[in-house]
């Protein structure tokens, strides 16, 4: 179906068409339309237009109100102050517009992006042997809502999930498991992601403990990494062990935050191998690398140390190892050149900013990144405790991110299971809903917050039922889901002949401001703009719930179809949105 015309875009088009009319020499003038507390919409363009023209603009402004085309959309259109026009929308058009959206089942209307192209989106990026924690929360949280979001608009999407798997560490790692054999192997066939994470911090414990008593041992471990290196045939068959067990572990924790995580987008820092001597050739062949003390650097005249001496970015050492840089480099000239990408994305942490800078500066000067491909990491800020320091356990440990999930599921089946049975939920339900509403709650934490500020991991505020939670929107969704069960033989039916409440009027112009919320959140990126969307959608609905009866008492039979219209679609944008975000919405709360 196709996607359809929001009441923003439709008033806007009427208004720049009059100010055309009433101002030739204007051009394509923007009336700089927005949603406004005196009417539904304002328009604000007409001043900065008639100091340009040398015109009055309240006069400026009545000639443009006088060749408005009107009626059908526009209900009243009025000039305010110096020259603002103030406008109303007639009912009508609220509710045929809302009723075309309701007809398009899959996107309730919603537009594709005008001009997709291809963005190679790099997030979840655990590292191997190593136990995820809460800093791996974000990453993972925010690039899962951005690429659902993305695919919706119409966007070609790749995943890529750069893994650390990759360093001098598995020099250590492997040469202990060639010295003993047998400790990863599975006794009884299939393992969870639980025990292949205790198998691996086991065996690195192990591992490390023999690396720091027997130099003998110490020297073989580094001997080793220049095997690994090298690609030797034995000493990568027991890497792809360590990666093999990892994998297993970091599958469990994706599934229990409810995301999808596919094999073929896991392409870690080994997956560029091959291209990392061809980029450090290409770069220094371009000079846009220089030799310096040996090691092979780009500088920036921007980027100095405290000391006021230039700080390069290092794509080979001088011991003629590679580092990141070299790394990031490889996988941006793949990911241009072969994944034929058109917006390469970055879900990073914000303290990497400065090596990304770098990063993207260097391509540029390469080449490889232009006006036609570009790069933006979008950085996100630190979790931090209810004390407003970096997230700890008590002890001053870094947070499991297991654990944290598994006390956010415990919390919210308590608040679930407390309302159980006024609804009649089994227990299979009540643990269903429980993890739905516990993930669905650290999940809404982060991206009700923009990304680039730290936010306060706070487990009771997340899992209440009041205020700006994914628990109060789970709530309303399933508390309009269960008005159906109640409305007997009526059915959602838009009734465009009808008066609207002013509690309809603002629940309808807010339901229509879908399918432009979501081009916004895409093109910047924002999914907690998103959040605040649903959010003002649920406090709306509350609003209209308390003010216009649905079914008790029982109004009219097309006042309470039209009412019934709205309900359903309220719940299914809440639905779709929600989705959008990661987070499900049980029927039954």
């Not at 690195?204 to 580094?222: M, Q």
């Not at 229990?256 to 987008?265: G, S, V, Y």
Request: one cysteine or more; glycine letters at 8%; charged letters at 25%.
């Amino acid at each position: 179906m196709a996607s359809v015309t929001s009441l923003t875009a439709s008033v806007h088009q009427r208004l720049a068409d009059a100010l055309t009319a009433a101002l030739p020499e204007a051009g394509s003038a923007d009336p700089l339309l927005r949603r406004s507390d005196r009417a539904d919409f304002q328009a604000n363009g007409i001043l900065a237009l008639a100091k340009k023209a040398k015109a009055n603009p309240r006069e400026l402004a009545t000639q443009v109100v006088a060749r408005v085309e009107s009626g059908d959309v526009i209900k009243d259109i009025e000039v305010s102050g110096p020259g603002f026009l103030n406008i109303t929308i007639t009912d009508r058009a609220i509710t045929e517009n809302l009723a075309a959206r309701y007809a398009d089942t899959a996107r309730l209307g919603v537009p594709f992006v005008a001009h997709p192209g291809t963005t190679v989106i790099d997030y979840a990026q655990p590292n191997v042997a190593k136990e995820m924690h809460v800093g791996h929360l974000r990453s993972a949280v925010i690039g899962d809502a951005v690429v659902q979001i993305l695919e919706f608009v119409g966007e070609s999407v790749v995943r890529r999930h750069h893994i650390g798997d990759w360093g001098t560490q598995f020099g250590m790692l492997i040469q202990y498991l060639i010295e003993h054999p047998h400790e990863l192997d599975h006794q009884g066939g299939e393992v969870s992601g639980e025990e292949a994470m205790s198998n691996l911090n086991r065996l690195y414990k192990a591992a490390r403990t023999v690396f720091d008593s027997d130099e003998e041992f110490k020297t073989r471990a580094r001997r080793r990494v220049v095997d690994l290196q090298a690609g030797e045939p034995e000493t990568l068959a027991m890497w792809q062990k360590f990666v093999d067990e990892s994998k297993i572990y970091f599958y469990s924790v994706f599934e229990k935050l409810d995301m999808e995580i596919r094999d073929p987008d896991v392409v870690g820092e080994s997956g560029y191998n091959d291209m990392l001597d061809e980029t450090c050739r290409l770069l220094e062949e371009s000079g846009v690398a220089v030799r310096s003390e040996g090691a092979l650097c780009v500088f920036f005249d921007d980027i100095k140390g405290p000391d006021g001496n230039p700080v390069p970015l290092i794509v080979r050492k001088s011991d003629g190892g590679y580092g990141y840089a070299a790394t990031d480099l490889s996988a941006i000239r793949d990911r241009v050149f072969g994944l034929k990408a058109s917006t390469l994305l970055y879900v990073v942490d914000a303290r990497q900013s400065l090596h990304f800078r770098m990063v993207f500066e260097t391509a540029r000067r390469a080449g490889w990144l232009n006006d036609d491909v570009k790069a933006h990491q979008l950085a996100f800020g630190t979790v931090l405790g209810k004390d407003g320091k970096p997230f700890k356990t008590r002890e001053g440990e870094t947070v499991r991110l297991v654990d944290l999930l598994d006390e956010a599921i415990e919390r919210a089946t308590t608040v679930v299971r407390e309302k159980a049975e006024k609804v009649g939920l089994s227990e299979p339900e009540i643990e269903e809903n429980g993890r739905y509403v516990g993930i669905g709650a650290v999940k809404y934490a982060d991206l009700s917050t923009s990304a680039v500020r730290d936010y306060k991991f706070d487990l009771d505020q997340m899992v209440s039922l009041n205020g700006d939670t994914s628990v109060y929107l789970q709530y309303a969704y399933a508390r309009i889901r269960s008005i159906f069960g109640k409305a007997g033989e009526r059915t959602p039916v838009a009734h465009p002949e009808l008066e609207l409440a002013p509690a309809e009027r603002a629940l309808g112009l807010h339901l229509d401001r879908f399918g432009e919320t979501l081009e916004e959140v895409a093109a910047e990126y924002a999914p907690h703009k998103l959040a605040a969307y649903l959010y003002q959608l649920a406090s709306l609905y509350t609003t209209f719930y308390d003010q216009c009866p649905v079914i008790k008492p029982a109004p009219a039979r097309e006042v309470a179809e039209n009412r019934l219209f709205l309900c359903d679609l309220t719940a299914r944008t809440l639905h779709q949105g929600m989705a959008l975000l990661g987070i499900r919405t049980p029927e039954r709360l």
